[in-house]
Nanobody, 122 residues
């Protein structure tokens, strides 16, 4: 599975962005998907995840109520709608896929996209 993230940009606090992650390769619809971010000087952190059948969705506490993860298996794409953005959301956002889990506490996903930069100014 190859993943291509897009949709990042520079926005002001309070604005919205929608990230997309397009997957190529077979069996995308059977993979759990996640968004993980890495801020400058910090370790990667889990943001959100979704199972292959939308049966379970998880969010980091820091984004609950502001971010929404979704997927369209017909389009082999997963999305992250980000509302009410804050400067602390500034990071490179990566999409990731796993054949077994959607949320992985160890972040050891099977596949990773290249990342898209999100910068939120105050």
């Amino acid at each position: 599975v190859q993943l291509q993230a897009s949709g990042g940009g520079v926005v002001q606090a309070g604005d919205s962005l929608r990230l997309s992650c397009a997957a190529s390769g077979r069996s995308f619809s059977r993979y759990g998907m996640a968004w993980v971010r890495q801020a400058p000087g910090k370790e990667r952190e889990f943001v959100a995840s979704i199972t292959w059948n939308n049966n379970r969705i998880d969010y980091a506490d820091s984004v609950k109520g502001r971010f929404t993860i979704s997927r369209d298996n017909a389009k082999n794409t997963v999305y992250l709608q980000m509302n009410s953005l804050k400067p602390e959301d500034t990071a490179i956002y990566y999409c990731a896929a796993d054949a077994v889990f959607s949320r992985r506490s160890d972040l050891k996903y099977d596949y990773w996209g290249q990342g898209t930069q999100v910068t939120v100014s105050s």
